[in-house]
């Protein structure tokens, strides 16, 4: 939203690569939460509901890894946009 303000403002071609490129991170970021950590930690719930150690783990690994990517995406939409 601050985005979207910020080139109301100033005008499109004012505004730097690095909020465009921190604009692509964040909205990567986005559909790397709904496509893939959504599912994991759904999967990871009915794993835990029906008591399946291994099938749990797995999901576990697997939304750990997403959500690192995830915070990692958010990290490098926030340097990129400061630079």
């Known amino acids: ?23 692509g991170l964040v909205l990567t970021a986005i559909a790397l939460g709904a496509v893939v950590a959504r599912p994991a930690s759904n999967l990871l719930r009915s794993s835990v509901l029906e008591g399946d150690l291994n099938s749990a783990r797995t999901s576990a690994k697997r939304l750990s890894r997403v959500l690192i990517a995830e915070s990692l995406l958010w990290s490098a939409a926030l340097i990129a946009m400061v630079a």
């Open 1 to 23: 939203m601050t985005g979207g303000l910020l080139v109301m403002l100033i005008g499109q071609g004012s505004v730097g690569w690095g909020v465009w490129a921190g604009l």
